[in-house]
C-alpha cells in the first residue's frame, strides 16, 4: 500500500494516452456486485453492450469483446483469419505498427514491413513522423499479380507518435490495386475518440481496447468483424481456441459467453457507450479535435516541434512533443512527475528520450488539459529548456474563443 501511504493531495493528472482517467460514473458502474454470468440478468447485460459497442465501430456485424488487453486482441485478429506461412503486409507507422509486426513473426507469418524511408531534420524516421502513404500500399499490391498477400494490417492512430492515418484512403488503394487481401486495422487508441468507420471504410477486421477513448480501466479489448474476415477464418489454419470466433459469436447471440467474461468491466462498458451514444459520436469526435488543437495551440507557441509533421493528420487523442537537441525527454517527464504529479507518455521505441506525448483522452476537459499544459510549462523551465513560453495563454486563448461541441450545438 506504498501508493496510498504516500498519496499527495488532489488529484493525480493521468495525461498518459492511454490508460485514460476513467469517470466516476464508470467507476461506480464497475464496483456493483458480480453477479451469475449465466443466469438472465446478464444475458440482458450481454445484449446491451454487443449492440452499444457495434454502433462505436459503426458496424452492422459481429464485435467480439475479449477479456485480455489490447494485444491479445492482435493476436486473435491474426489467428482467426491466417494460416502459417501466410504473407502479410503491414505498415511502419511507429512503436505499435512495430511490436504488430513482431508478433506476426512470432505466430510463423510472413510479415513484409512497408515505410517511408531515411530520417528528417530531426533525425527521426520519416515513417514515424507521417500516416500510412496509401499510395505505396496500391503500388506493393499491384506488384503481387500472384496475390499472395492476405491482409494489409495498418495502425488507425498511432499511440508512439500522435499520427492518425487515412484508413478510407488504404481500402480504396486495395480496390484499385484489384487485390483481394483482408483490410485489418489497429484502432486501440483511436476508436470512441477519433472518426472510425468500420462498414463505410470497408475493414475486414478492427482491433480496439477498453482503456483509451471507451474510458475504462484495461482489461478488454474487441475485434470487429466483416463478412468477408467471418468466411476466411473459417478456412484459416493458425491455431486458435480461446480467440476462436465461431463460438463467441454463437453464444454471443443470446448474450452469454463460452467462458467467464468480465463481468464488472462490462457493467462499466454499459456505462460508457451510455456516455458515448447519448452526446453522440460526431460530438465525441469534435471535442477530442477541439482538444487537441487547444493543447497543440501551447505547444506552437513554445516553438517545439509535434512528432506528427503533417498537419492533415494531427492525432485528435494525443500530441507528441520533440525535445530539442541534448534534453532528454524521460528526464523531464520525471522532473514534472515529482514536481507536480503529472504523468507524461514516454517516447518508444526508435523515440525512446526524444519525444514525450501528451494525452487528451478520457474523463478531461477544458481545465484538465490547461492544467497539463502548465505542468510540463513549469517543467520545461525547470529543467532549463531553451523554448518560448506562452504555452497556457495560447491553450487559454484557443479554448476561450472556440466554443465546446455541445454548447455549439444549443446554440444552433
Ligand atoms: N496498439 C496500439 C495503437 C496501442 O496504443 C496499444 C497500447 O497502448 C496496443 C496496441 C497494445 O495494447 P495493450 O497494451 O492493451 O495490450
Known sequence: MIALD????????????????????????????????????????GLKVLAGIRQVFQTRHPVVIYPASGTGAWEAALANVMSPG???????????????????????????????????????????????????????????????????CVVHNETSTGVTSD???????????????????????????????????????TISGSQKGLMLPPGISFNALSPRALER?????????????????????????????????????AESLDMLLGEGLPQVFARHQRWAAGVRAAVQAWGLPTQCADPAVHSPVLTGVITPEGVDADALRRLI????????????????????????????????????????????????????GGGVQAAMAYFASHAAPAALKKAA
Open 233 to 269: 477464418s473459417k478456412s484459416a489454419k493458425l491455431p486458435k481456441a480461446f480467440w476462436a470466433w465461431d463460438e463467441i459469436v454463437e453464444m454471443n447471440q443470446s448474450g452469454y459467453w463460452p467462458y467467464t467474461p468480465n463481468t464488472n468491466l462490462l457493467y462499466g462498458l
Open 337 to 388: 512527475h515529482e514536481r507536480f504529479d503529472l504523468s507524461l507518455g514516454t517516447g518508444l521505441g526508435k523515440l525512446k528520450g526524444r519525444m514525450f506525448r501528451m494525452g487528451h483522452l478520457g474523463d478531461s476537459n477544458d481545465l484538465t488539459l490547461v492544467a497539463m499544459v502548465a505542468g510540463v510549462e513549469m517543467g520545461l523551465k525547470l529543467a532549463g529548456v531553451k523554448f518560448a
Open 86 to 152: 501466410d504473407a502479410v503486409l503491414m505498415y511502419e507507422t511507429g512503436h505499435f505498427a512495430t511490436l504488430w509486426q513482431k508478433m506476426a513473426l512470432r505466430l510463423g507469418l510472413e510479415p513484409e514491413f512497408l515505410a517511408l524511408p531515411g530520417v528528417d531534420d530531426t533525425g527521426l524516421p520519416r515513417s514515424w513522423r507521417h500516416g500510412v502513404q496509401a499510395d505505396l500500399v496500391e503500388a506493393r499490391l499491384r506488384q503481387d499479380t500472384q496475390k499472395k498477400i492476405r491482409a494489409v
Open 167 to 205: 484508413i478510407a484512403a488504404v481500402r480504396r488503394a486495395i480496390d484499385a490495386a484489384g487485390h483481394p487481401a483482408l483490410l485489418m486495422v489497429d484502432s486501440i487508441s483511436g476508436l470512441a475518440s477519433a472518426d472510425y468507420r468500420h462498414d463505410e471504410w470497408g475493414v475486414d477486421v
Open 6 to 45: 504516500n498519496h499527495p493531495s488532489g488529484r493525480h493528472f493521468l495525461q498518459i494516452p492511454g490508460p485514460s482517467p476513467v469517470p466516476d460514473r464508470i467507476l461506480r458502474a464497475i464496483s456493483l456486485p458480480t453477479i451469475d454470468h449465466r443466469g438472465p440478468e446478464f444475458g440482458a447485460l
